[in-house]
C-alpha cells in the first residue's frame, strides 16, 4: 500500500512563495504518476498540476499556469509543487494523489487516483 505524506504548507503574503513536498513510503512511486489537488472551503476539489512517472510530461490547471511547478526527484522518492506569485484565492488544502497511468490533461480529474496523502494547509493572506 503505497502512503503519501505531504508537506510544506504555512501562511505566506500574497506575492510569496512556497514549496510543498509529497513524499512516498517506498520505491513502488517511481512508477506512478503524481498528481495535485487542492479544495477551498466551500469548493470542489480542483487538479492543480500532474507529473508522469518519469517527471517528462506534466499538466497544469489554467489557474496556476505559470506560477506553479511540479517536479519530482525519484531518487529521493518525492514530488514537489513549487507555488510562487501566490494569490489569496490559493488558499486550499492541498493533497497529492497516485495513479498506475498517464492519463495526460486528464491528470487533472482525481477519479483515477488510488492512493492520497492527508493534505497540508496553504493560506495565503496579508
Known amino acids: 500500500q503505497l502512503q503519501l505524506v505531504e508537506s510544506g504548507g504555512g501562511l505566506v503574503h500574497p506575492g510569496g512563495s512556497l514549496r510543498l513536498s509529497c513524499a512516498a513510503s517506498?520505491?513502488?512511486?517511481?512508477?506512478?504518476?503524481i498528481g495535485w489537488f487542492r479544495r477551498a472551503p466551500g469548493k470542489a476539489r480542483e487538479g492543480v498540476s500532474a507529473v508522469n512517472f518519469g517527471g517528462g510530461s506534466t499538466v497544469y490547471a489554467d489557474s496556476v499556469k505559470g506560477r506553479f511547478t511540479i517536479s519530482r526527484d525519484n531518487a529521493k522518492n518525492t514530488v514537489y509543487l513549487h507555488l510562487n506569485s501566490l494569490k489569496p484565492e490559493d488558499t486550499a488544502i492541498y493533497c497529492c494523489?497516485?495513479?498506475?497511468?498517464?492519463?495526460?490533461?486528464?491528470?487533472?480529474?482525481?477519479?483515477?487516483?488510488?492512493?492520497w496523502g492527508q493534505g497540508t494547509q496553504v493560506t495565503v493572506s496579508s
Open positions: 494523489a497516485a495513479e498506475s497511468i498517464w492519463r495526460g490533461t486528464m491528470a487533472l480529474d482525481h477519479s483515477g487516483y488510488g492512493f
Open positions: 517506498d520505491d513502488s512511486f517511481r512508477i506512478y504518476s
